[in-house]
């Protein structure tokens, strides 16, 4: 158990419609990682928040977009869904000063 | 640009066996190196963190070596077990946005 939870588990969207998900970290862990992983893949690098300001970005467009709030929740947003959106969407949390990157059991997003 | 790469993509191997795991890194420039497992549809668990400056950390059956000038690390699994079937994963910590950089993982299958 890392104590980060997701939410929801599995979720199906078509294309073009709009998905929130959501990331529960532990108390004190004031950075959390978004990572999407697609079928066979290694988990790829969306965005990281610290401290409520996204400060890092991977090679996603800017309809992935993100918030992170003071009681250590987080939230990713996708826009206007793609079939290529569909994929393992996971969340990392990690404590100040520390590099140990706790994950998520992550939201199976499926866009039809 | 770091790329991850990982050797063999799937292997299988009769219970008890010893057995090694390969990772590969382009940029040497890393923070640290760290593996991870992942069961089918599940998410990312941790099982050892290699600092930079260090060459090799254990846990139990595990033992995880890095090699810095040569971009690579290896996990060594002793007496291998069928409950050690999973995906397992090594990703590169570094970069100007402290992420995690992946591999595709090696699909571990151990027989009874």
């Known amino acids: 158990e890392t104590g980060v939870t997701q939410s929801p588990t599995h979720l199906i969207k078509t294309r073009g419609q709009q998905v929130t998900l959501r990331c529960s970290s532990q108390?004190?862990?004031?950075?959390v990682s978004w990572y999407q992983q697609a079928l066979g893949q290694g988990p790829q690098f969306i965005f990281q928040?610290?401290?409520?300001?996204?400060?890092g970005r991977g090679n996603f467009p800017p309809r992935f977009s993100g918030l992170q709030f003071p009681n250590y929740s987080s939230e990713l947003n996708v826009n206007a869904l793609e079939l290529d959106d569909s994929a393992l969407y996971l969340c990392?949390?990690?404590?100040?000063?520390?590099?140990?990157?706790?994950f998520g059991p992550g939201t199976r997003l499926l866009v039809l | 640009k770091q790329e991850v790469t990982q050797i063999p993509a799937a292997l299988s191997v009769p219970e008890g066996e010893n057995l090694v795991l390969n990772c590969s890194f382009t940029?040497?420039?890393?923070?640290?190196l760290q593996w991870f497992r992942q069961d089918p549809g599940k998410g990312l668990t941790s099982l050892l963190l290699?600092?930079?400056?260090?060459r090799e950390q254990t846990s139990g059956r595990l033992n995880a070596s890095l090699d810095k000038s040569s971009g690579r690390s290896t996990l060594y699994i002793a007496a291998s077990q069928p409950g050690d079937s999973a995906t397992y994963l090594c990703?590169?910590?570094?970069?100007?946005?402290?992420?995690?950089?992946f591999g595709k993982g090696t699909k571990l299958s151990v027989k009874p």
């Open positions: 990392a949390s990690t404590r100040e000063a520390e590099e140990t990157q706790y």
């Open positions: 108390s004190g862990h004031n950075t």
């Open positions: 928040y610290y401290r409520e300001e996204e400060n």
């Open positions: 940029d040497s420039a890393i923070y640290n």
């Open positions: 290699i600092q930079s400056s260090q």
């Open positions: 990703a590169a910590l570094g970069g100007s946005q402290g992420n995690l950089i």
